[in-house]
């Protein structure tokens, strides 16, 4: 005896489904995850962390046995994002005076000094440089990474305008360097 397959008598509830029905519910679903990363999402934040070196210049400025430099006029689109007065492993005794900048450009530029007497101070500060050419009171470095860098000794005291900006960038914050001057101004 074999048997028959006969109707239930029930419809099936999936043969009334269609393509149209299947693509209104993606877009439904990707809607509602659409809503959600809408609702959740969040603008990241510069990945620059801007400091202010003011309290740092005044503190090397009352501390430290020369002239601490600071550059004078630079608009606000240059960013300081470090500052440090400190002892470190290559100018120990003696203190080093550092601040970084992100430039307009978006390039790094620092302005280090010290009056150490270590010949490693120098080499840390150009990333290894070799000096290529002197240019006024300054000479200049060149790193195998690109950091460029100007270097002057002078009254037993070292000071670096480095960075991987351009040499008339790095030129021009050289040449805006002054006792007086603070950030801010």
């Given at each position: 005896?074999?048997?028959e397959l006969r109707p239930t008598g029930r419809p099936n509830a999936r043969l009334g489904q269609t393509v149209r029905d299947m693509v209104i519910s993606l877009?439904?679903?990707?809607?509602?995850?659409?809503?959600?990363?809408l609702l959740t999402m969040r603008p990241q934040p510069d990945p620059v962390r801007v400091v202010d070196p003011t309290p740092v210049v005044v503190q090397a400025r009352a501390e430290a046995d020369y002239p601490v430099l600071y550059p004078a006029k630079l608009d606000a689109s240059w960013r300081a994002t470090s500052a440090r007065w400190d002892i470190t492993d290559v100018t120990a005794p003696e203190?080093?005076?550092?601040v970084g900048f992100v430039t307009p450009a978006d390039?790094?530029?620092?302005?280090?000094?010290?009056?150490?007497a270590n010949e490693r101070y120098i080499q840390a500060q150009t990333d290894e440089g070799r000096p290529i050419d002197t240019v006024g009171q300054w000479q200049r470095f060149e790193s195998a990474d690109g950091t460029r860098s100007?270097?002057?000794?002078?009254d037993g005291v070292t000071s670096v305008v480095s960075g991987t900006a351009t040499w008339d960038v790095l030129t021009d914050l050289a040449e805006r360097l002054s006792p007086t001057a603070l950030p801010l101004q």
């Open positions: 005896m074999s048997q877009v439904l679903v990707l809607g509602v995850i659409g809503a959600v990363l203190a080093a005076f550092h390039d790094y530029a620092q302005i280090g000094q010290s009056a150490t100007l270097v002057r000794v002078q």
